[in-house]
């Protein structure tokens, strides 16, 4: 059983396919994170509109079901017998990833990369590299074919 990180991006998109491949016919969970819109602006400091936030966050539920049934989708069209599931970010989404993979039980996490360089990593946050460095199990780092491409021809220069 693995659990696959799951937005909706092109790198996502990578990652389920590799993950199909690389776990072919094993149970998956393609978990999709939100996060609460109050807890969004507390993060970036607040606006100040008054805002029907239970709208807002029935909108971001709904958005993160999608994608994760989008996720399971692809996970099965590439060969993983899997599920979607949700999960509210109450402390990061990393964190939320790594609690579905504890419930579950999980042999392996499974996330794309963005390939963002160190500089712009460090100051956006890296789920991946949270999770790497945070799990209590193997993680699959799973880079999309633009980033792969570009770590290859960086690896023929050296």
């Known amino acids: 059983m693995i659990v696959?990180?799951?937005d909706g991006s092109k790198d996502a998109k990578a990652a389920v396919t590799q993950a199909g491949k690389l776990f072919s016919g094993q149970r998956a969970t393609v978990v999709t994170v939100w996060q609460r819109f109050?807890?969004?602006?507390?993060?970036?400091g607040g606006i100040g509109v008054v805002l029907d936030y239970q709208?807002?966050?029935d909108a971001a539920e709904k958005n993160a079901a999608e994608r994760a049934d989008e996720g399971a989708q692809l996970a099965k069209l590439a060969g993983l017998d899997a599920v979607a599931k949700t999960?509210?970010?109450?402390?990061g989404v990393a964190d939320a990833i790594l609690e579905v993979?504890?419930?579950l039980d999980a042999d392996a996490v499974v996330t794309g990369t963005r390939g963002f360089g160190s500089v712009k990593s460090t100051m956006l946050g890296s789920v991946s590299h949270q999770?790497?460095?945070h799990s209590d199990r193997p993680v699959v780092v799973i880079p999309s074919p633009d980033?792969?491409?570009e770590r290859r021809?960086?690896?023929a220069h050296i």
């Open 153 to 155: 021809e960086h690896l």
């Open 131 to 133: 999770l790497t460095h």
């Open 38 to 44: 109050v807890d969004t602006m507390a993060r970036v």
């Open 4 to 6: 696959i990180a799951y």
């Open 55 to 57: 709208e807002i966050d």
């Open 101 to 103: 993979a504890v419930e």
């Open 87 to 91: 999960m509210v970010a109450e402390v």
């Open 147 to 149: 980033v792969a491409k």
